[in-house]
């Protein structure tokens, strides 16, 4: 390996002098020293760069390919450059390894013979010249291109990046050579191979539709798409992203076929495409001849095994012009320039002759034959090599590839992680079974764990995949039924890992194995699952006990009822009935009385005047749909118990297919003890704090259900699955987003109607029978979690880019369902709770951006005549400034009807906001151009770094020290006002940025929590009408948050473990002490303002809550204790509101009009 040298990355390579390197030949791999010189940069790429030099003493012309190599693996292009020898393909003639300027960094450099051009340049010479290339150039080049594909498909090798940039083309002779095998691999049968593959342009469209069993079919569709560029001078399918890739495909050859989507792979079913008829080729190939035209029509075929490979294609008529021996190849660059002999392309191999022997006449024209047998090729008597195995080599130098059998352990997992979803193929062709249903698949891993119980542990994947413990519960059971030492076992590791997440206080995971071990009921002694449920409801009748206000006895009583569904769907079948109805009617006590808390976190709080009429208030009630979730699921239960506990909407896929006469091995298994789990004395709250759950749908008011209704009994516990999998899943919102996709095999069969069916078809289709749309059930489910109060378990932006991605895997299923969805929280804005309205207009305005900016803005038209302070009006104002933020106003101004344009003032369309001191006119404006006024400055600092937050951030590192001088003055809170003021005027057109460069000034400390408060709710409330407008909100939320955070920076620091205890009374007793005086403080400044009602509620929720969390998680006891802060603060909120509203407030007559309407002032 060479020495590392100074300089970049590729410092290897000195310019102007002899390098010495020891190297590998390319072919035996011998040692032996090469030198070269003269090295230049003449292609980069994302994995490399690749030098031309001349190799010394010979003067010979050489490329040096240098890419980073992963010391863990073998490089898969250097592999295969190895075992290949061809004349149209690049060869590699030496390799070896040098350091890089970092640490452990390795790079491989590949010496290959060089070629001076692509076949992409030569066709852009001809597009340069306003012509195409040759025909006669574009078969010679496609009839090259399938010569070498032939060779490496015989030995099992696919490219998997064919296009015009990697065919190498010596202009001189015509000779052309394949290059670039950085993405090639050696494919073999049933091996899942990666799908995002191919530059797009020339990507099959099985690749698209996401199969990973495909073939070599694929470099034969690249080879289509090449030889169709060269023809027509440009790309035939030109697509900008996977979706619109596969758009510009159809629109040539037609939609797909069901079959030919099959055939492509058979486990897609995401789109549905709008039928298109193919268009003939002779009208996009018009001046092409009939032989072109039907080589490229076999060529570009949906289905893989209907296209040509390419030893046939090279016998097809379109090349016949080569095998004529009078052709000439004239020089089509040089106007008089003289023709040239063709380059040779009937020198072909044993290797290659024994491809398809019957086809060698066709491929060897007669002028050609001679040649062959005076190297011993007869073609009448030829003995092709034989082919000892499929995909194997051909000739005793490749290497062997080694089988290799995967361990049991990794076998189970991709088992687990597919079980429900459709089969897994494993075994050999005939064993496929393209329908196999999940009790076949549950059948399989209870087979597997059963016949492997000593290397098979599922207690990791329990948790991991919410929707699917059914089924690994199933399996269990089954596995039970053939190996009962292996339940014995893994009962025995289930307390490892259930008892810590009690004893912390996880709760949802602890509800997830209670799920897991009630779907195992059936090989339980005695009471089984049931004796955990009665120990958690006697912690919950303590906990109630002891306070009326405590939150963590109302989640014990949710996981109970959501444990004994499962329970009884099992395969203990009714047994155990009896043990779940009395459970259910002493769960009644704690779960039908209404919290404290629940008017705190609904989102929907009842905002009408006392004199609103019966009508109003009836017609709000109808509108939204938001009760106590447990209140609905104990009547849920209540219902079920009465009518013998159907529950056909769970899965039952331990009914494994028994054949007739065949004993019930379940019923006759082996029974365990249950595990034994105890819970301690004093229950922890978690990491995650409990509020009352609400239950809110947004498909409530449609006329028709297509969700489950609050009466339904399968709201509750459908809804809680799929929460489980949106939390569960954050670390990877594709996953998550097709598991949302997916929902539908998850549940009982006749749950839901097909995928994508149209709502104005929904009747037809569920006709007799309550079934629901699985789209607007998985909206529904992450619109809940978005709009959880008082706050989402994960950040906002997360729940946003899981909608992203539904919409993404199947646009046509999900675009309606969020448009419904759209609509019914925009006709409920007045009445919806200012966070949420907050949280509804920041994915709103994200997820437009996502998809072009495109709505159907014509629908809102008529609240465009609305006051600015109505919320609908006001969400239509700010969700078009949001848009301008994520864009620019040109291009937001494009996409909306005339009407709104004139919401984008000519302003707001400028790139950089107008500097007022430009103006003569304005005071000081001579002054102001030099003097150091706060004004000035900062009005200054604002215009300079208007280009880019960045460019702002700049500013403010300079010029640091003087603000926070001015700042921490005398008259520092007047002056950080001013900061602000100045600030918020330069963009006042633009109120967002603004917003965001205050934030940045907060992070600096030049201005302060209470000057920012202060100069919005004090000195610039205008009357109330401020409140209106999003900015105002996001602004006091992130100044908010600012001071919270800091709150729990310091509980973070007591609560480290091994601090001195000196140093801990310190921090609680002075420093957590003095951060929540500021807080407290911040809050009341924000209580003693001019509020409306909505926003006082919002803010009182935070600040109550940001208060009582301290005291819970530095004592970790006394759970109750937040509860009761919580509930303290909420009267005290509540009476100050009706003070305030007794003496009447401050706000102006307009705002206290809306207010009167229900308006969100």
């Not at 250097?78 to 890089?100: C, D, T, W």
């Not at 393209?434 to 399989?444: K, N, S």
């Not at 990791?460 to 269990?476: D, S, Y």
């Not at 008082?790 to 729940?799: F, G, R, S, T």
Request: glycine share 6%; hydrophobic share 40%.
């Amino acid at each position: 390996m060479s020495q590392n040298r100074p300089g970049g990355v590729f410092s290897g390579l000195r310019m102007g002098e002899v390098v010495r390197e020891k190297v590998q030949d390319g072919l035996t791999g011998e040692q032996r020293e090469i030198q070269y010189t003269q090295c230049k940069i003449v292609g980069n790429g994302s994995f490399g760069v690749v030098f031309q030099t001349k190799l010394s003493p010979s003067g010979e012309d050489a490329a040096i390919k240098r890419v980073l190599q992963d010391k863990r693996f073998k490089n898969r292009e250097l592999q295969i450059m190895r075992i290949v020898r061809h004349p149209n393909i690049v060869e590699l003639k030496a390799f070896y390894y040098s350091n890089g300027e970092r640490k452990d960094e390795v790079y491989l450099n590949l010496v290959l013979e060089y070629v001076p051009e692509t076949v992409y340049r030569a066709s852009r010479y001809f597009n340069k010249m306003k012509t195409t290339m040759p025909i006669l150039e574009v078969k010679l080049y496609i009839y090259q291109l399938f010569r070498s594909l032939a060779y490496i498909h015989s030995q099992g090798i696919c490219h998997r990046d064919i296009k015009p940039q990697n065919l190498l083309l010596d202009p001189a002779t015509g000779v052309l050579k394949l290059c670039d095998f950085g993405s090639a691999k050696i494919l073999v049968e049933n091996e899942p191979n990666v799908s995002y593959i191919c530059s797009r342009y020339y990507r099959a469209p099985e690749l698209i539709f996401g199969a990973t069993n495909y073939t070599t079919k694929i470099d034969v569709w690249s080879t289509g798409c090449v030889m169709a560029e060269l023809m027509l001078g440009q790309p035939l399918f030109p697509g900008e992203s996977g979706i619109d890739q596969l758009v510009e495909i159809i629109k040539v050859l037609g939609t797909p076929t069901r079959d030919q989507i099959r055939t492509m792979n058979p486990n897609y079913m995401e789109h549905k495409f709008p039928q298109i008829k193919p268009h003939p080729f002779n009208k996009v190939f018009r001046k092409a001849s009939a032989e072109a035209i039907e080589l490229i029509s076999a060529l570009l075929e949906y289905t893989p095994t209907q296209r040509l490979s390419a030893i046939d294609a090279m016998c097809q008529p379109f090349f016949d012009e080569l095998r004529d021996p009078s052709t000439r190849l004239p020089d089509s660059r040089h106007a008089g320039g003289s023709s040239r002999e063709l380059p040779a392309l009937f020198d072909f191999s044993r290797h290659e002759l024994s491809i398809a022997p019957h086809l060698n006449h066709k491929l060897i024209p007669p002028h050609a034959r001679a040649r062959l047998a005076a190297q011993g090729l007869d073609l009448d008597n030829f003995s092709p090599i034989r082919k000892r195995r499929y995909n194997d080599d051909w000739e005793d130098r490749r290497p062997q590839r080694r089988r290799h059998e995967e361990p049991v352990r990794v076998t189970l997992r991709k088992k687990v992680l597919a079980v429900g979803e459709g089969p897994v193929f494993d075994g050999p062709p005939h064993e496929r079974r393209p329908d196999q249903r999940p009790e076949e698949q549950v059948a399989d891993i209870a087979k597997l764990v059963a016949d492997n119980y000593f290397d098979s542990d599922l207690t990791g994947e329990i948790v991991e995949q919410p929707l699917k413990i059914p089924f690994l519960a199933a399996a269990v059971v089954v596995a039970n039924s053939q190996k009962p030492e292996y339940t014995a076992e893994l009962v025995g590791k289930i307390p490892e890992r259930l008892q810590p997440l009690i004893d912390s206080g996880s709760w949802r995971e602890v509800k997830l194995y209670l799920r897991f071990l009630g779907g195992l009921q059936g090989l339980w002694e005695a009471d089984g699952v049931f004796a955990v449920l009665e120990q958690l409801f006697n912690k919950a009748v303590e906990l109630q006990t002891n306070s009326s206000d405590d939150t963590l006895g109302l989640e014990l009583v949710k996981i109970i009822l959501l444990t004994i569904p499962y329970t009884l769907a099992s395969s203990a079948g009714p047994a155990f009935t009896d043990q779940a109805n009395s459970l259910i009617e002493r769960t009644d006590v704690i779960a039908s009385i209404p919290h404290a808390l629940e008017a705190l976190v609904d989102p929907f709080p009842s905002m009408e005047p006392a004199e609103a009429t019966a009508a109003t208030a009836a017609a709000t009630a109808t509108t939204t749909s938001h009760e106590s979730a447990l209140a609905l699921l104990q009547g849920h239960m209540v219902h079920e118990s009465k009518t013998n506990w159907e529950l056909s909407y769970l899965p039952r896929p331990w009914k494994v297919h028994r054949r007739d006469g065949e004993e019930d091995l379940l019923a006759s298994a082996q029974k365990h003890a249950f595990p034994a789990l105890t819970f301690p004395h004093t229950l922890q709250l978690g990491p995650r704090s409990i509020f009352p759950d609400i239950y809110l749908s947004v498909y409530s008011d449609q006329g028709l259900d297509t969700v489950p209704a609050t009466t339904d009994t399968s709201a509750i516990v459908m809804r809680d699955a799929l929460n489980d999998t949106i939390n569960n899943l954050d670390f990877n919102r594709v996953i998550t987003a097709r598991f949302l996709v997916d929902a539908d095999r998850y549940f009982g069969r006749h749950t839901f109607v097909p995928r994508g069916t149209p709502f104005d078809k929904l009747r037809e289709v569920s006709a007799d029978r309550v079934m629901w749309k699985p789209e607007d059930v998985v909206v529904d489910a992450v619109f809940a979690q978005l709009f959880t109060l008082p706050a989402p378990e994960h950040k906002l932006v997360y729940y946003h880019s899981v909608l992203t991605e539904t919409c993404k895997l199947a646009p046509q299923a999900v675009a309606p369902s969020l448009g419904r969805a759209i609509r019914f929280l925009y006709r409920n804005v007045d009445r919806m709770d200012v966070e949420l309205i907050s949280r509804f207009l920041d994915w709103f305005a994200h997820h437009l951006s996502n998809f072009g900016f495109t709505w159907k803005w014509t629908e809102w038209v008529a609240d465009l005549d609305l006051p600015r302070i109505q919320p609908r009006k006001a969400f239509i104002v700010d969700a078009i400034d949001k848009e301008i933020r994520l864009s620019f106003a040109q291009r937001i101004k494009g996409t909306l009807p005339d009407e709104y344009k004139a919401l984008i003032t000519a302003k707001k369309e400028q790139d950089v906001p107008d500097f007022k001191f430009a103006d003569d006119q304005v005071r000081f404006a001579e002054q102001g151009k030099a003097a150091a006024s706060t004004d000035v400055l900062v009005t200054a600092m604002a215009y300079v770094g208007s280009k880019s937050l960045s460019h702002f951030l700049a500013i403010v590192e300079r010029s640091k020290d003087r603000l926070l001088a001015i700042a921490s003055g005398d008259e520092g809170k007047a002056l950080q006002k001013q900061i602000v003021t100045s600030v918020m005027a330069f963009w006042q057109d633009q109120r967002g940025n603004g917003v965001n460069i205050v934030d940045k000034l907060l992070n600096y400390a030049i201005v302060t929590p209470p000057a920012v408060i202060e100069w919005l709710l004090r000195d610039n409330i205008d009357g109330g009408s401020v409140l209106a407008a999003v900015w105002a909100h996001e602004l006091v939320e992130r100044t908010c948050t600012k001071v919270i955070g800091r709150v729990k920076q310091v509980v973070a620091a007591v609560r480290q473990p091994g601090l001195d205890e000196g140093k801990k009374a310190e921090l609680q007793t002075v420093v957590l002490e003095a951060e929540l005086a500021k807080m407290r403080s911040l809050f009341a400044l924000v209580h003693d303002s001019a509020w409306a009602a909505k926003w006082l509620k919002a803010w009182s929720r935070r600040g109550t809550v940001a208060e009582a969390w301290p005291d819970k998680d530095t004592a970790m006891e006394g759970v109750d204790e937040s509860d009761r802060r919580v509930r303290a603060r909420l009267d005290e909120d509540d009476q100050k509101a009706e003070a305030e509203a007794a003496a009447g407030t401050d706000m102006d007559a307009e705002a206290a009009s809306s207010h009167t309407n229900g308006a969100d002032v």
